[in-house]
């Protein structure tokens, strides 16, 4: 599926898994309506919805350039696909109902276009910015997300994956880990933080997150994922602490919901 805007070169290519989201889905393509013209390239990735989405998606061909239409096993693996048809060097992921902020968005995309960056000696290979995460929020979830990319990822993931702008490079050797259908984002950045890659972080708001993700349960299986995925990464003391650390994240969350 094509369009005008994939004639050219993008910018920064914009993925967005989608399955049984409708509205949420209308409501994201939307808002990227004034950016297009910028140099976004918009690609979706649907696990075979059965909600009106897949024709949704047909009828409005004309605002979307790449579209996978086929069963996945759930977010990380559409958004691995996505990455596979991605023709920028710049790679941005939003979930249904997820909106750019769009002053911030095209602040982001000068910077992303221009390598407006003179903080930095050598060119990072992924910038993080802050988000909006949108009311009904959770206990102990802020109203906005500022990202730090430090020894601070040991114990939470510092980096909201909506405020994230990868480098398509760090994807050539790593992809998410779909054994983690929750936290992949995180083990990912885990994993490359202690491989050293470099991250610019930002406080500019590029977009704001819809309520009820995923990762916002809070359940103690969540956290129990958590365990996991640090197992993989992480050694010594820093892995051994993980189990106390995690479950009292979870005691913290069920106290801030009964208070």
Known sequence: MKSVVSKTS???????????????LKKTIHAFYSLREKGIEIIVVDGESNDGSVDWIYSNSSNIDQVIIESDSGIYEAMNKGIKLARSEWIWFMGTGDCPVIEGAKEMLHIVKNGAIVTEETPPEMLAFGVHLLAPREPGVPEFYKPSW??????????????????????????????????????????????????W????????????????????????????????V?????????????RSKWLKKKIWIYI
């Open 234 to 246: 992480l050694t010594g003391w820093q892995n051994m602490v993980q189990g106390v650390w995690t």
């Open 10 to 24: 993008p910018v920064l290519s914009v993925i967005i898994p989608s399955y049984n989201q409708l509205e949420g």
């Open 150 to 199: 430090n020894v601070e990822l040991v114990w939470r993931n510092t980096i909201h994956h909506q405020g994230a702008v990868y480098s398509r490079k760090l994807f050539t050797s790593e992809t998410y880990d779909v054994r983690f259908p929750v936290l992949a984002d995180y083990h990912f950045h885990l994993k490359i933080w202690k491989q050293g890659v470099t991250c």
């Open 201 to 232: 972080c930002s406080p500019l708001v590029v977009s704001e997150v819809a309520p009820g993700g995923v990762s916002r349960d809070f359940s103690l299986s969540l956290y129990r994922e958590e365990r996991l995925l640090k197992q993989t």
